[in-house]
């Protein structure tokens, strides 16, 4: 199946640095991707969802600021989070559908980043 | 809007018993339903899926059926194994909206040999 790779897997930081996670489709193209949280035994709660070529589309609540999304190619989108505080972390999921060859409406989602601001 | 209602957890299980994690949608229109699971420290990966009413999705024992007059997408297993112990989530995906999903809150299922 299709493969979406995130990167890194873990990363801790101090509080006040930024910290970037990409998010790559390996064998697809995706001009959508999406960016997702989950919180300690919680579901996953959409933060925004990437376009290629063009701003991202933030979910009610979520810091445009906090949380920066760029979408530079069909296969990669990166999520900033700036200035991280502890209250940020958290395990960050992307995902992404192969736009151009259809397979059904199936999401492929990264491994996931779990972010530990110290 | 779009939700997705799922039964609580933690469900704990014996090894072999019969296993029900319930799923309820809400959705305007005509979305896809999946069932992702999540091992421990691990991102999620489809289980299976239905994209239209009636439609039953299996995979590795499990089982859902798409059932639209009673907007449910209940998970079935026969008999779970102790490595199915995972977190269970169900999602519904929008066609309307670039296939935003929508995720319940999860279960968590224990099976002790």
């Known amino acids: 199946g299709a493969v979406v790779s995130q990167h890194p897997s873990r990363v801790i930081c101090k509080s006040g640095t930024s910290v970037k996670i990409e998010c790559r489709s390996l064998?697809?193209?995706?001009?959508?991707m999406f960016w997702y949280r989950q919180f300690p035994k919680q579901s996953l709660m959409l933060m925004a969802t990437?376009?290629?070529?063009?701003?991202?589309?933030?979910e009610q609540g979520v810091e445009k600021d906090k949380f920066l999304i760029n979408h530079a190619s069909l296969t990669l989108s990166t999520l900033t989070v700036t200035s991280a505080h502890p209250e940020d972390s958290s395990f960050y999921i992307c995902?992404?559908?192969?736009?151009?060859?259809?397979?059904?409406?199936?999401?492929?989602f990264g491994q996931g980043t779990r972010l530990t601001v110290v | 809007g779009d939700s997705v209602t799922q039964m609580e957890g933690p469900v704990t299980l014996s090894e072999e018993a019969f296993l029900t994690i319930n799923c309820t949608y809400t959705?305007?229109?005509?979305?896809?339903l999946f069932w992702y699971v999540q091992y421990p420290g691990e991102g999620l990966q489809l289980l299976l899926k239905?994209?239209?009413?009636?439609d039953k999705g299996s995979n590795k024992g499990f089982e859902a059926t798409y059932r639209k007059e009673t907007t449910s997408f209940h998970l079935e297993k026969g008999s779970v194994q102790v490595s199915d112990s995972a977190v269970y989530f169900c999602?519904?995906?929008?066609?309307?909206?670039?296939?935003?999903?929508?995720f319940g809150s999860g279960t968590k299922l224990n099976v002790k040999p």
């Open positions: 999602a519904l995906s929008d066609p309307r909206n670039f296939n935003k999903f929508y």
């Open positions: 995902s992404a559908r192969d736009t151009f060859n259809y397979r059904g409406t199936e999401a492929f």
């Open positions: 959705a305007t229109g005509y979305p896809s």
């Open positions: 990437s376009n290629e070529g063009s701003k991202a589309t933030y």
């Open positions: 239905a994209t239209k009413a009636d």
């Open positions: 064998d697809f193209q995706a001009t959508t």
